[in-house]
């Protein structure tokens, strides 16, 4: 499993020269260059990318112009020491930027898909069809999941109960026990469902929740309690039989030992772009997977953090049944509209595949480029 820090054939390293950003408020993707002309492109975490961008050239960009680009390792733990005063999210979101981009450049430059370089093979992956909404009747929702099972084959569908940290409040009464209902109604017995409480409730009621959830045949229960406290979370997940699971949010690699070794979850779900980048997340597969845990990521929007995902997860010997892929088109998410060339997002009988070009295997939207705000660092 462990990836090799020398290129096939090669003798030498490649030197970071170049590094250049191209974002909006909302995407940041990042470019870099190596000494000899090589590119590989990533991204910074979604959601304020431009505050990601500058933390990127301010913080990142400095510690890693002139090293070599093939040891990813060993680049991001010496940001993250020689940046010690800063050891929150904002600097392993603007991490990922480069880390995934040298991630794309290694892959081009051997032939090979990122899957590959990191012990895998490319497969078609069981998705879970992820609704992002909240503000939408149980009926509407059920309307959805339906048309997304006939046109795209979905098998697996994931919806939202509680209130986005809402302490015990429901979106609005009744929705929560409602909308259950309505889905396992309209969609039967056959296909898994899941949901998501987005940190809503206490652990007494959490396991009210959980009992609905396991009286309806819902296997996936996700962050039914703050994130943050962990007891509350174990104190769930020892109470019900379905699957309790987290993690999205978590960057701190020893907070991800507590989680695992006290069995807070039983499904670790780190985000790939909230961690970092591709290495610091199989470090958290690669414990989980020594804990018996299966590791089913958090890629939760349209953009290139979902096909980071697909890469880990063609790769791990611990990957989860599924694959989160968002459903929400321009009317939720509007800014991930016209991120690519060709969209490496394609469902046919509730799956998807990996490109077939190298690295990861997508080409970012020139007009999309066009418009966006540029920065560089660079060797001078």
Known sequence: MAASNTLVGSGSSMLI?????FCDPFVGFVRVTTDDGAQGWGQVSPYHADLSVQVLHRQVAPWSLGRDALD?????DAIAELEHKFPGSHLYRAICGVETALWDLRGKAEGKRVCELIGGSARPLTAYASSMKRDITPQDEVKRMLALRDECGFNAFKFRVGAEYGHDRDEWPGRTEEIIAAMRGALGQGPALLVDANSCYSPRRAIEVGRMLEDHGISHFEEPCPY???EQTREVREALSIDVTGGEQDCYMPLWKHIIDSKTVDIVQPDVCYM?????TLRVARMAESAGLPCTPHSANLSMVTLFTMHLLCAIPNAGKYLELSIEGPDYYPWQEGLFVSSP???RDGRVTLPDAPGWGVEINPAWLAKSSYQTSEIS
């Open 72 to 76: 990813v390792d060993g680049l991001v």
């Open 345 to 347: 997002y394609t469902v």
């Open 228 to 230: 943050w406290e962990l």
């Open 17 to 21: 020269r170049k590094i250049e950003t």
């Open 276 to 280: 970092g980048g591709l290495a610091r």
